[in-house]
């Protein structure tokens, strides 16, 4: 089975810090990717990276980064955390690009408060 | 803009019922389209998809059924079952667009009633 593993499952920072959200594969997938889940919005795609060093904008980019130094390892970026980043992260992978679309493994989310 | 719209947000059903969830979207470059499910406390995880090319996708308990006219794909859940009770997730991809990033409905919370 895939495993998708995030580094926290709580983490509490304050405004203003830079915050590092931790993910790592290990099923050699191509693709990683990066999503925040709220209530009554479902998913948003922040970011994802179909290889290492490669890194592509999602539909909520703002106030994030991202690096994929290593093709296991991604890692979500707040910059200077604000309150209205207070949400659950979820990372996900998926075996390569391509036709047809192909699964995505999600692990089992990081929920981040900004205090 | 939202690109894919997911119905009901509620959802209660009697055990041994079918739960019948409802998904339209808008971009008609779609070609894949998985349902998740999410339990408290846990990551989505795949439950069935389907590409276009086909009107229907049955796996188990589980069925998908895709209008592609209308726009439009339903997750139906056949002799539901308490342990059916959690968040599920409608979503689309294009895969060819070369954002491989899925579009998700916002959720709809099933519970099944004893």
């Known amino acids: 089975d895939v495993k998708v593993t995030q580094s926290s499952r709580y983490l509490v920072k304050r405004t203003g810090e830079k915050v590092f959200l931790e993910c790592v594969q290990d099923m050699d997938h191509e693709n990683m990717f990066w999503y925040r889940q709220d209530p009554g919005l479902g998913l948003r795609l922040i970011y994802f990276?179909?290889?290492?060093?490669?890194?592509e904008k999602g539909d909520i980019p703002e106030g994030y980064s991202v690096s994929r130094e290593k093709k296991e390892r991604f890692s979500l970026i707040l910059e200077s955390a604000s309150t209205n980043q207070t949400s659950m992260y979820l990372c996900?992978?998926?075996?390569?690009?391509?036709?047809?679309?192909?699964?995505?493994?999600f692990g089992d989310g990081t929920r981040l408060s900004i205090l | 803009q939202q690109q894919v719209k997911q119905s009901p947000q509620s959802l209660i059903v009697q055990k041994g019922g079918i739960s019948i969830i409802n998904c339209a979207y808008e971009n008609t470059a779609f070609d894949y389209f998985p349902w998740y499910q999410q339990f408290p406390g846990k990551g989505p995880a795949l439950l069935i998809a389907i590409r276009p090319d086909v009107s229907e996708k049955k796996e188990g308990r589980f069925t998908i059924s895709f209008n592609k006219s209308a726009k439009q794909f339903s997750l139906h859940i056949m002799d539901s079952q308490p342990g059916d009770s959690a968040t599920y997730f409608c979503a689309a991809l294009y895969s060819g667009g070369g954002a491989d990033g899925l579009t998700f409905g916002k959720g709809t919370h099933l519970i099944i009633q004893p």
């Open positions: 990276s179909y290889d290492v060093k490669m890194k």
């Open positions: 996900a992978s998926s075996r390569y690009r391509g036709q047809g679309g192909q699964p995505q493994h």
